[in-house]
């Protein structure tokens, strides 16, 4: 499961750094590293839910730091960047779960 989350992030990170096609690649990113997490983990019935939460966990630090500290949408504060981090990280939880969800439904045909 380790293997999976690491790979499901590396996934979006790599399709969020990428200029002009990362406007693409960024917004269905947890949809697919969801899909290709869930393939190299084999992920069965509740580790489909525990792969998308920790996928989120594990990308809310990040993206708070990027917020905070690069200055993308200007100066804001700890309280919008916290907001912000967690809509993102929702967005990201639920991409990535219903990919693997997607992923363990066609397997199991």
Same mark, same amino acid.
């Given at each position: 499961?380790?293997?999976?989350?690491? @790979?499901?992030?590396? @996934?979006?990170?790599? $399709?969020?750094?990428? !200029?002009?096609?990362?406007?693409?690649?960024? !917004?269905? $990113?947890?949809? @697919?590293?969801? +899909?290709?997490? =869930?393939?190299?983990?084999?992920?069965?019935?509740?580790?489909?839910?525990?792969? /998308?939460?920790?996928?989120?966990?594990?990308?809310?630090? !990040?993206?708070?730091?990027?917020?905070? +500290?690069?200055?993308?949408?200007?100066?804001? /504060?700890?309280?919008?960047?916290?907001?912000? $981090?967690?809509?993102?990280? /929702?967005?990201?939880? +639920? /991409?990535?779960?219903?990919? =693997?969800?997607? &992923? +363990?439904?066609?397997? &199991?045909?």
């Amino acid at each position: 499961m380790l293997v999976s989350i690491i @790979i499901s992030f590396l @996934i979006i990170i790599i $399709s969020a750094a990428i !200029p002009i096609v990362h406007f693409i690649a960024f !917004p269905i $990113s947890p949809f @697919i590293s969801g +899909f290709i997490g =869930a393939s190299v983990g084999d992920l069965e019935n509740e580790q489909i839910a525990y792969f /998308g939460l920790l996928n989120s966990i594990l990308l809310f630090l !990040p993206l708070l730091s990027i917020l905070k +500290f690069t200055n993308v949408f200007g100066e804001i /504060g700890w309280l919008y960047s916290i907001v912000i $981090s967690l809509i993102l990280s /929702g967005y990201i939880w +639920f /991409g990535s779960t219903i990919g =693997a969800l997607l &992923k +363990f439904w066609t397997a &199991k045909k």
